[in-house]
């Protein structure tokens, strides 16, 4: 488990501090106005909310990770799971894409965790650790059930990381893709209208989608412990402090003494033109005060570096923003 400080900081009271709204929303709207694509922000201090796009769906990709890592701790509080339990994963319970647990597997498996493959889900964004999971929880419909008794509403999870992926594509999830190798050769073989029209179903899809509104929601419920017992919400945020991806995006923007636990999540793009680029978290100020933040850009052209340029300028407005 984690540290007794960071026990310590998720009892304290939740008003430490507040955010200037209107100044923050000023600036929301300056930084997402003209942007190419559209852009989705919420952030949630203590009652503060500011909002660009907050009611729309973006597509949450690998934060869906961060979801299923809740809905695990869920199990852990009320359904007897442990994190120590040992697992062994083997070739075919592979996935797709990022999946750096894939190079541990030998002949009999790979023998870890439970709680290991949540870090690697959401530390590494490990598609093969995270549909694992979601398999040994009954299936993405009880991590939607969970979110439904948790009055998650506007955040839908219909998905595994591999059927999602494989339609995206324009291919239906086969078994044999667990060959990366193949689940390449497969998309090669893709007409180039299909995975044009597979592309656009996607970018439409209510499938697997949030609005930024429900995510900050969500998030705040996590730090302010009543998403889930004390000692799972200390875990969780514990690891998504972790995270190794996106180091450009949120994090690149935080002041001095403010600390972030997050998730990121993207899509792959086709003919330049990309649907999701995500970050979602929370902040934690030098006071201990925690405000959530949750950042989604779709449908845009332009360059990776520029949209985390976009999201680290959103953190650096909120800690602008925050008087203890």
């Known amino acids: 488990m984690r540290s007794a400080a960071l026990f310590a900081i998720l009892t304290l009271s939740l008003r430490a501090g507040s955010l200037n709204q209107a100044s923050l929303q000023a600036e929301l709207d300056r930084l997402t106005q003209g942007f190419d694509g559209r852009v989705g ?7 503060e909310l500011a909002c660009t796009r907050g009611g729309e769906l973006f597509s949450v990709q690998s934060v869906m990770k961060m979801v299923v890592g809740m809905a695990v701790l869920d199990a852990v509080d009320n359904l007897g799971w442990k994190l120590d339990e040992s ?15 894939a190079s541990l597997i030998g ?13 690697r889900a959401i530390v590494d964004s490990d598609s093969a650790a995270v549909d694992y999971l979601v398999a040994k929880l009954g299936g993405i419909d009880k991590v939607q059930a969970f979110l439904t008794r948790k009055k998650a509403i506007g955040l839908r999870l219909d998905r595994d ?10 291919i239906g999830w086969k ?10 050769k497969a998309i090669a073989a893709v007409p180039d209208a299909q995975r044009s029209a597979a592309y656009e179903k996607y970018r439409m899809d209510k499938r697997d989608t949030s609005t930024p509104k429900a995510m900050v929601q969500l998030l705040r419920e996590l730090a302010a412990g009543r998403l889930l017992s004390k000692e ?13 991806t996106g180091p450009d995006r949120l994090k690149a923007g935080l002041a001095k003494g403010w ?10 793009s086709w003919r330049g033109l990309t649907v999701a680029t995500n970050d979602v978290g929370i902040l934690f ?6 405000v959530a933040v949750a950042v989604f850009v779709a449908d845009t052209h332009a360059e990776l570096a520029t949209r985390a340029a976009l999201m680290a300028s959103i953190s650096r407005a909120i800690c602008a923003n925050y008087r203890p």
């Open 259 to 268: 600390r972030l636990a997050h998730k990121t999540g993207s899509s792959g």
């Open 87 to 101: 697992v062994l994963f083997r070739k075919q319970d592979l996935s797709v894409y990022q999946q750096p647990i």
């Open 41 to 47: 922000v919420c952030v949630l201090g203590d009652k």
């Open 232 to 244: 799972s919400t200390a875990w969780l945020i514990g690891v998504m402090e972790q995270t190794a």
């Open 285 to 290: 100020a030098p006071d201990g005060d925690r």
């Open 107 to 119: 002949k009999t498996g790979y023998r870890t965790t439970v709680g290991d493959l949540v870090r």
């Open 161 to 170: 990381e591999k059927r999602l992926q494989s339609e995206i594509v324009g």
């Open 175 to 184: 078994a044999e893709f667990v060959d990366s190798a193949v689940f390449e």
